[in-house]
Protein backbone atom coordinates (compact mmCIF):
# COMPACT_ATOMS: atom_id res chain seq x y z
CA UNK A 1 0.00 0.00 0.00
CA UNK A 2 1.47 3.10 -0.95
CA UNK A 3 1.89 6.38 1.89
CA UNK A 4 -0.23 8.90 0.19
CA UNK A 5 0.12 12.09 1.94
CA UNK A 6 -1.91 15.24 1.71
CA UNK A 7 -1.00 18.76 0.67
CA UNK A 8 -1.29 19.60 4.33
CA UNK A 9 0.35 17.22 5.44
CA UNK A 10 3.29 17.60 2.88
CA UNK A 11 3.58 21.21 3.94
CA UNK A 12 3.53 20.38 7.36
CA UNK A 13 6.46 18.09 6.66
CA UNK A 14 8.10 20.72 4.83
CA UNK A 15 8.02 23.21 8.00
CA UNK A 16 8.91 20.46 9.95
CA UNK A 17 12.28 19.52 7.73
CA UNK A 18 12.82 23.42 7.99
CA UNK A 19 12.25 23.87 11.86
CA UNK A 20 14.87 20.61 11.69
CA UNK A 21 17.81 22.17 9.81
CA UNK A 22 17.91 25.59 11.53
CA UNK A 23 18.09 22.98 15.00
CA UNK A 24 20.79 20.78 13.37
CA UNK A 25 23.06 24.25 12.53
CA UNK A 26 22.39 25.66 15.32
CA UNK A 27 23.72 22.50 17.41
CA UNK A 28 26.54 22.31 14.67
CA UNK A 29 27.78 25.61 15.92
CA UNK A 30 27.89 24.85 19.25
CA UNK A 31 29.46 21.65 19.02
CA UNK A 32 32.33 23.80 17.58
CA UNK A 33 32.29 26.37 20.18
CA UNK A 34 31.60 24.82 23.54
CA UNK A 35 34.48 23.93 25.61
CA UNK A 36 33.16 21.29 27.90
CA UNK A 37 33.63 17.82 26.25
CA UNK A 38 30.80 16.86 28.37
CA UNK A 39 28.78 19.46 26.78
CA UNK A 40 30.22 18.72 23.09
CA UNK A 41 29.30 15.48 23.32
CA UNK A 42 25.80 15.68 24.55
CA UNK A 43 25.10 18.37 21.57
CA UNK A 44 27.01 16.46 19.24
CA UNK A 45 24.37 13.58 20.08
CA UNK A 46 21.57 16.06 20.18
CA UNK A 47 22.89 17.24 16.77
CA UNK A 48 22.69 13.62 15.77
CA UNK A 49 19.38 12.62 16.39
CA UNK A 50 17.65 15.63 15.04
CA UNK A 51 19.46 14.84 11.24
CA UNK A 52 18.52 11.12 12.23
CA UNK A 53 14.54 12.57 12.26
CA UNK A 54 15.59 14.67 9.36
CA UNK A 55 16.31 12.07 7.16
CA UNK A 56 13.39 10.48 8.04
CA UNK A 57 10.96 12.68 7.24
CA UNK A 58 12.61 13.52 3.79
CA UNK A 59 12.36 10.33 2.95
CA UNK A 60 8.45 10.88 3.58
CA UNK A 61 7.93 13.45 1.57
CA UNK A 62 9.82 11.95 -1.45
CA UNK A 63 7.97 8.84 -0.58
CA UNK A 64 10.92 6.41 -0.13
Known sequence: MHNLVTQKE???LEDLLCAKV???KKARLYERTLTDPTLVEEIKEIA???ERRF???LNVV???
Open 22 to 24: NVI
Open 10 to 12: LSL
Open 48 to 50: NNH
Open 55 to 57: NEL
Open 62 to 64: KGD
